[in-house]
Structures are given as structure tokens and as C-alpha cells.
């Protein structure tokens, strides 16, 4: 039976996602990426507003009620598209090479976060979700490959070119390596693994400017390479879906403090030009919660989500420089194994 998907504010619950093992999940995600396909194609058809970022990333704005009908979707989306190429994201580059900082208050939250999140919790079939186990070659080229298995080659390769680099920034370990190019995001905690980096749900804590306490967003992220060949016309999505997650409810424990956000989105990277160039799209729509009025919250994505283009791109250059290997844990993992 086909699934009803709404790419809306509305929480999924446990009880709304299948049993992993099954074909019903299989149906569950390629229904989920289907619909996040349609909303980014739609983008085209989307009110373009500002340019910003020095006239890097184009904002856009679904406006059209018709569209809006059609993807089946109420609240307001905001979105932004960016192109980028080996030589547009070599401004992002450090000039000079400071050294890490060490002991401060960032640093000890992400040790802590670290140390209660993926490594501690098990998948869905009791095998640890860091653990590959597939035997998967370089490329996952076969069509009858598991999700997994599939995800598990991905992670296997080395970002020699523009669109590994991307993929290894934004498909892998997605929400880890938030912590390190967004400056609000303090907190990252896997809370269930449904399948290792493909069905994930995550905790995730933004520092919000006083007097407002901070934001935390509950998500299952869902995430899959689209086309994984032929080199050129490569292309992955992420999708963010508001959840109901048993182990992390509102105003309680160390949640009593924070205000529950939700938020929805979908990213996703393509290459174009046979690879010479890199497609960023992103959209979403949000409610901080709180005493925040949405209309707030909606006059501040266009900033917000443009802001995150120079940002992830100058980590990106910094984290995986050209040419260069570079492994695919998050680098803060590394620091905190140390510590632990």
C-alpha cells in the first residue's frame, strides 16, 4: 500500500515508521524521497527573492497556492540555491592554518554530546551502528544492494572530487558535522538508529540570542545517495522530518530548560557539467516554538539558511582539502575518543 506523505510540521511517531527489516520500509523511504524530489523540482516554479552571500545563494519563496496544492504542503517553505565549482569554493579557503582551541566551553559541550550519542545506542538489529560489517566495495554499482549496504560503499570512498567533498560534509555523519560548521549548534545525540545513516533520529540544540532559551529539534533524518553513476550526474538527499522521540520528551531532564522546536527540510547536491559542478538545494519550513511568533520565525529563514552556504563551505575546504584524503568521521569524534 502506498504511503501518505506530508512533508509538514507534523511529528512522526514510532509507531509511524516500519519495522526496518521490512519491505514496508523500503516503501516507507522511497515514498519519502519521492516526495522530497518533487518539492526541490518545484523550486523552479518558486518566487525568487534576494541574492545574497555576495551573490552566491538565491533565495527562493513558495508563494503559489497551486503548488503549494499540489505538494500537499500548508506551511510557509522558505528555500535557497547555490552552484558552486573547484574554483568558486577556493576563496573559502583559510589563508593561514590557526591552531585548534582547546579547553573551551564548545569544545567540552561537544565531548559531552559525543559521549551520550551514537557510539552508546544500538541499531534496531542490536549491531552497533558505526560498525560496517557489509564487505562493500568502493562503489555500490549494484542495483540490488541493501540501503545500507548501499550508504556503507558511499562511505568508503575518498572525496577526491568537488561533489565527495560535499558528500562527505553533508551525507555523512550529517547532523555530527553540523556541530562544527554551525556556530548555534551546540548539541548533536542519535537517539535511534532505524538503519545506520540512512534512517536516523537525532536530537539536535541550537544557543538562541538572550533572553530566549535555547532550541531543541527532535528529526528523523533520512538520507540516500539518489544516483550514485555515472560520475557527472551524481546526486543525494536529506531529509528532515519533525519526531516524537520517547527517550528525549519536552520539558523534562535536561529538557525542562529548553523550548522544543520543530522543523522540516530537504537538501539535496547534484553534479552538473559532468562534475564540474556542484547544484545546492535546500528548503524548509519552521516554528521555534516558544513565545516566538511564526512570523518571526518565517522573516528569519532567508538570512539564516543563506548564512549556512559561506559557512559549511568554508569548513568543507578546511576539513577535506583538495586533492587530499581525508577520513569520514566527524573530526571532533577523534578529540573526544581521546578524552573519553
Not at 552508546?120 to 560498525?131: L, T, V
Request: proline share 8%.
Amino acid at each position: 500500500m502506498p504511503y501518505s506523505v506530508h512533508l509538514d510540521l507534523q511529528p512522526l511517531r514510532q509507531e509511524d515508521i516500519p519495522n526496518p527489516e521490512s519491505p514496508e520500509f523500503a516503501e516507507f523511504l522511497d515514498a519519502h524521497f519521492d516526495a522530497g524530489e518533487k518539492l526541490i523540482e518545484s523550486m523552479e516554479e518558486w518566487h525568487k527573492g534576494h541574492v545574497k552571500c555576495e551573490g552566491e545563494v538565491q533565495i527562493m519563496n513558495l508563494n503559489s497556492s497551486q503548488t503549494r496544492k499540489s505538494l500537499g504542503v500548508k506551511e510557509y517553505w522558505c528555500g535557497r540555491q547555490s552552484a558552486h565549482t573547484p574554483y568558486s569554493v577556493r576563496k573559502h579557503a583559510p589563508t593561514h592554518k590557526s591552531p585548534a582551541p582547546h579547553g573551551t566551553r564548545l569544545e567540552a559541550v561537544r565531548s559531552f554530546s559525543r559521549r551520550f550519542s551514537r557510539q552508546g545506542k544500538p541499531e534496531s538489529n542490536g549491531h552497533h551502528p558505526n560498525g560496517d560489517g557489509n564487505g562493500v566495495g568502493d562503489e555500490a554499482s549494484s542495483v540490488n544492494v541493501s540501503e545500507v549496504e548501499r550508504q556503507a560503499a558511499v562511505m568508503t570512498s575518498q572525496p577526491h572530487g568537488l561533489y565527495e567533498r560535499f558528500r562527505r560534509g553533508l551525507l555523512e555523519y550529517h547532523s555530527e558535522n553540523e556541530r562544527e560548521y554551525i556556530e548555534s549548534c551546540r548539541e548533536t545525540q542519535c537517539l535511534q538508529v532505524f538503519q545506520p545513516h540512512v534512517a536516523e533520529v537525532w536530537r539536535l540544540t541550537y544557543v538562541t540570542p538572550p533572553p530566549t532559551n535555547p532550541r531543541t529539534f527532535v528529526v528523523l533524518l533520512l538520507s540516500r545517495e539518489l544516483k550514485i553513476e555515472p560520475l557527472g550526474e551524481r546526486c543525494f538527499m536529506n531529509i528532515s522530518l519533525p519526531f516524537e522521540h520517547p527517550e528525549c520528551a519536552a520539558k523534562t531532564g535536561e529538557e525542562k530548560s529548553r523550548v522544543r522546536g520543530k522543523y522540516v527540510s530537504v537538501e539535496r547536491v547534484r553534479e552538473l557539467e559532468d562534475g564540474e559542478k556542484v547544484e545546492w538545494k535546500m528548503a524548509t519550513s519552521s516554528d521555534a516554538g516558544g513565545n516566538i511568533p511564526r512570523f518571526v520565525t518565517n522573516s528569519s529563514l532567508p538570512n539564516s539558511i543563506s548564512e549556512d552556504v559561506p559557512s559549511f563551505l568554508k569548513w568543507m575546504v578546511s576539513r577535506f582539502p583538495e586533492g587530499t584524503p581525508a577520513a569520514s568521521t566527524p573530526s571532533h569524534a577523534v578529540e573526544d575518543e581521546v578524552v573519553a
